[in-house]
C-alpha cells in the first residue's frame, strides 16, 4: 500500500489542512518550513481597585444613597465575586497595611508593616531632626522585604502605576512599591519611588511610571513647607529622570499621553479633598486620574499593572461621618464605571485584561432598624442618610427614651449620647442628613478614632482569569489569583 491510498480515509475524515499536507503525492514536493509571521503577545493589563474600608454595609448604604435599594451601582454588575478574610498576622482586626500588602504579596504579616516578611515587627518612629515623628527607628534586621505584584510586573517589562486619593505615600499605596517596618515612615516611603536617589527601591527599575495622589509634603523639604529633614526635593529629583510633574487638574488634562514617559501628579500637600468637598477646577477626581494613568501606561506593548485606591472612604468612616463616606464610595465606583469603558476600548472583551475590586477591611458602620424604603438620597429626600421610619406606618420610629434615631450608626465612634437619650426628641433629618453630622455610636471613642472591623470584604472580578475568584478566600489567595491570572 503506497501513501496516497493512505491518505484516502484520512480525506473522509475530513482532517486538517496541516495534517493533509502529508498526505502529498510522491511527485509533489511538501513544504515542511513556510515561514510564518510571528504573532505578539497581546499585553496582559491588570488594575486592581482598593475601596479603603469600603465593608460590606458601606456597600450596600452607599447603594441606596445613589440609586435606592433596587438599583445597581457598577461595582455590583460584576460577574465574578467572592468573600474576603482580612485578619492580619498579628490581630483579629487588621489595618491596612498587612491587608493591602498581603494582597500585594501573598505574605501575613503584622499590623502597620509594608510588604515586609510575617517576622517584622513595627517600631514606632521617632522624632526626626525637625522634632516630627518620621524618623526610622526600624533596625538593621528587623525582617525582609517579600516582592510585590507591582514589582513583579516591573520584572517582566510590564508598565506600573498607582492612582489614590490619599496621600501617595499612606499605607495602601505604599503596600505596592516600597518595604518598611512601620506604615508611618511616609518620608522614607516617598524615597523609595523615586529612581536614583538614596533610599530607592531597586526593585521598581526604572521606578514607577505613574503615581498621582496627594502627599507632596513628603516629597519636598522642611524649607520648601514640606516634611523632609534631609533637604531633599523628590519632586525635582523625579522631574531629572524624565517625570512630568503636574499639580492640578489643568495640568493633568494638559498631559500628552503618547509623549509622556513617567508622571508624578501630586495635588494637596497631604491627602485629596473628599469628593464631597472637592473642588473639580482644581483636584481632579478619581475617575480622571485612573482614565489618565491607563492612557500613559497603554503604550507599552507588555502590559500594565495598576493600582486604583479610593482612599478616602476610610477616613470619613474614622470620623463617623457617613455622607461623606457613602459621597468618596460613589466617587470609587465611578472610577470603575470609567476604567472599564476605557479598557473595553482595546479590549472589548476584556480577554487579557483582568480587573479586581476590592476592599482591604471593613469598619463598623451599621444600618439600624426596620426602616422603610427610602430611595436614593437627593435634596429633597435624605434617603439612608435620614431617621428610622416604620415600614408599616412611616411615622418616625422612637427609642426606649422616646427618641429618633438614624439609620446609619456606628459600633464605635466620638457622637454617644452620654445617659439618657430624650435630650435627642428632636433629631431630624435636617440634622442626620447633612454633610458634616456624625452618625451616633453604641461605644464612645476619641474624636476621629472609629476602629475598622473584622468581617469578611466583598471582592468583584471581571476580565481574564475572573472565574477563578470564587467562594470564601484569604487575602493572601488573592495575591496568587492575580499573579497567575497575568502570568507573572
Known amino acids: 500500500m503506497n501513501r496516497n491510498s493512505l491518505c484516502k480515509p484520512l480525506l473522509v475524515a475530513g482532517l486538517t489542512a496541516a495534517l493533509l499536507a502529508g498526505c502529498s503525492s510522491d511527485s509533489t514536493p511538501v513544504n515542511e518550513t513556510a515561514p510564518t509571521t ?7 493589563n491588570v488594575i486592581f481597585f482598593l475601596g479603603d474600608g469600603m465593608g460590606m454595609t458601606t456597600m450596600t448604604a452607599a447603594r441606596i444613597y445613589a440609586v435606592g435599594e433596587d438599583g445597581d451601582l457598577t461595582v455590583d454588575t460584576l460577574p465574578e465575586s467572592a468573600f474576603v478574610k482580612t485578619y492580619s498576622n498579628d490581630a483579629q482586626v487588621t489595618d491596612s497595611a498587612p491587608s493591602m500588602a498581603a494582597y500585594m504579596t501573598g505574605v501575613k504579616m503584622n499590623n502597620e508593616v509594608i510588604s515586609m516578611s510575617a517576622n517584622t515587627i513595627a517600631v514606632d518612629p521617632v522624632n526626626d531632626a525637625n522634632g516630627n515623628k518620621l524618623g526610622n527607628n526600624c533596625g538593621a534586621s528587623n525582617g525582609t522585604a517579600v516582592p510585590t505584584l507591582l514589582e513583579q510586573a516591573k520584572t517582566q517589562g510590564m508598565a506600573t502605576g498607582v492612582v489614590t486619593t490619599t496621600r501617595v505615600t ?66 525635582d529629583e523625579s522631574k531629572a529622570k524624565n517625570a512630568t510633574y503636574v499639580s492640578n487638574v489643568t495640568e493633568l488634562n494638559a498631559i500628552d499621553a503618547s509623549k509622556t514617559t513617567r508622571l508624578l501628579g501630586l495635588f494637596s500637600s497631604s491627602h485629596m479633598s473628599y469628593d464631597l468637598d472637592r473642588d473639580p477646577a482644581k483636584e481632579p477626581s478619581l475617575a480622571e ?44 465606583d465611578n472610577a470603575i464605571k470609567a476604567v472599564l469603558a476605557k479598557a473595553r476600548i482595546a479590549d472589548p472583551d476584556l480577554k487579557n485584561t483582568l ?33 428610622v421610619k416604620n415600614y408599616v406606618t412611616g411615622a418616625v420610629d422612637k427609642d426606649l427614651d422616646g427618641a429618633p434615631y438614624s439609620i446609619i450608626g456606628f459600633g464605635n465612634g466620638e457622637n454617644r449620647t452620654q445617659g439618657n437619650r430624650s435630650s435627642m426628641a428632636s433629631l431630624d433629618e ?55 491570572a497575568s502570568g507573572l
Open 355 to 387: 480587573i479586581v475590586v476590592t476592599a482591604d477591611h471593613d469598619h463598623t458602620l451599621v444600618l439600624n432598624g426596620y426602616a422603610k424604603r427610602t430611595g436614593k438620597t437627593t435634596a429633597g429626600n435624605a434617603g439612608v442618610l435620614g431617621v
Open 38 to 44: 510571528p504573532v505578539a503577545a497581546a499585553p496582559k
Open 170 to 235: 499612606h499605607a495602601t499605596p505604599a503596600a505596592t512599591y516600597a518595604h518598611i517596618c512601620h506604615r508611618d515612615l511616609e518620608n522614607d516611603i516617598a524615597a523609595a519611588s523615586v529612581p536614583g536617589g538614596s533610599g530607592f527601591n531597586a526593585a521598581l527599575g526604572t521606578g514607577l511610571d505613574v503615581m498621582l495622589g496627594g502627599g507632596s509634603q513628603f516629597f519636598v523639604p522642611v524649607a520648601a513647607g514640606g516634611k523632609r529633614s534631609d533637604g531633599r526635593n523628590l519632586i
Open 289 to 332: 486620574m485612573a482614565t489618565k494613568a491607563m492612557d500613559v501606561l497603554a503604550k507599552n506593548s507588555k502590559g500594565y499593572f495598576l493600582m486604583v485606591e479610593g482612599g478616602r472612604i476610610d477616613h470619613a468612616l474614622h470620623e463617623t461621618t457617613a455622607k461623606k463616606a457613602l459621597h468618596d464610595m460613589v466617587a470609587f
Open 430 to 484: 435636617s440634622v442626620t442628613s447633612a454633610n458634616t453630622y456624625h452618625q451616633e455610636a453604641v461605644v464612645r471613642v476619641a474624636v476621629g478614632s472609629e476602629t475598622h472591623g473584622g468581617t469578611d470584604v466583598f471582592l468583584g472580578a471581571i476580565g481574564k482569569g475572573a472565574e477563578n475568584f470564587t467562594g470564601t478566600i484569604d487575602n493572601t489567595k488573592v495575591f496568587s489569583l492575580v499573579k497567575t
